[in-house]
């Protein structure tokens, strides 16, 4: 079965540019999320979105950073302008999402993909 | 927000030997998670706890969900040079969102 895809692997830039990571999640997987990975501050949740709708986007860290689902296999993470402390690890991963009868929802665990290494000269 | 304290955060061990890591937590988790990650790849889920007192066994992994649900730990059995990663533990309060751990980096010397 294939896993999460994401691209691209690796993305080096200047500051100032335009950058954009992709996701394709688990196919029939209804939840999808976006973290971020540095050595300072671990794995970091950005936003998630269930049935495509984004649920929490908390995590966003301003204005400059945008994510959109338009549709159950596809995922766009959009960093405008992007600035050097933007260099991290971005992670997208999936998971089934099933509420239940009583109060009683499914924690289905999240799949990661292998991730997109961006440097922000 | 909740924060998990993963410990230790690196172990060097002889090929051969048990190894054993938790996780602590002031919160209370209904479900916790065990992944490895390799470099220049992402987490890889080993084992999932649902319930208050689980233990689950993977191949040579076990892993335990506190009974306070607060604590998780995982133990390798005879570890080999291929378990060397870095190992993270997860918590999950509500069905969608993780809170990770620092992580366990394991190194196995031959």
């Known amino acids: 079965d294939a896993g999460v895809i994401q691209s691209p692997r690796h993305e080096v830039t200047e500051m100032g540019q335009e950058v954009t990571l992709r996701c394709k999640p688990i196919s029939g997987h209804n939840s999808l999320f976006w973290y971020r990975q540095t050595m300072m501050r671990g794995l970091e949740l950005l936003i998630y979105?269930?049935?495509?709708?984004?649920?929490?986007d908390s995590g966003m860290p301003e204005d400059r950073f945008s994510a959109k689902m338009p549709n159950a296999s596809f995922s766009t993470l959009k960093i405008q302008p992007s600035e050097p402390r933007d260099s991290a690890v971005y992670f997208c991963?999936?998971?089934?999402?099933?509420?239940?009868?009583?109060?009683?929802?499914?924690?289905?665990?999240?799949?990661f993909g292998d991730g997109t290494r961006l440097s922000i000269l | 927000g909740q924060q998990l304290n993963q410990s230790p955060q690196s172990m060097f061990i002889q090929e051969g030997e048990d190894v054993s890591m938790n996780c602590t937590s002031s919160s209370i988790f209904n479900t916790w998670l065990w992944y490895k990650q390799d470099p220049g790849e992402g987490p890889v889920l080993l084992i999932a706890?649902?319930?208050?007192?689980e233990l689950t066994s993977n191949g040579r992994l076990t892993a335990q969900f506190g009974i306070t649900r607060k604590d998780s730990f995982l133990n390798i059995s005879a570890s080999i040079p291929s378990d060397v990663c870095i190992y993270f533990c997860?918590?999950?309060?509500?069905?969608?969102?993780?809170?990770f751990g620092s992580g366990t980096q394991l190194t196995v010397l031959p």
């Open positions: 706890l649902y319930k208050a007192g």
């Open positions: 979105f269930n049935n495509n709708v984004p649920i929490d």
């Open positions: 991963a999936s998971s089934l999402f099933t509420r239940g009868l009583v109060r009683q929802n499914s924690n289905q665990p999240q799949h």
């Open positions: 997860a918590g999950q309060r509500t069905p969608r969102q993780l809170t």
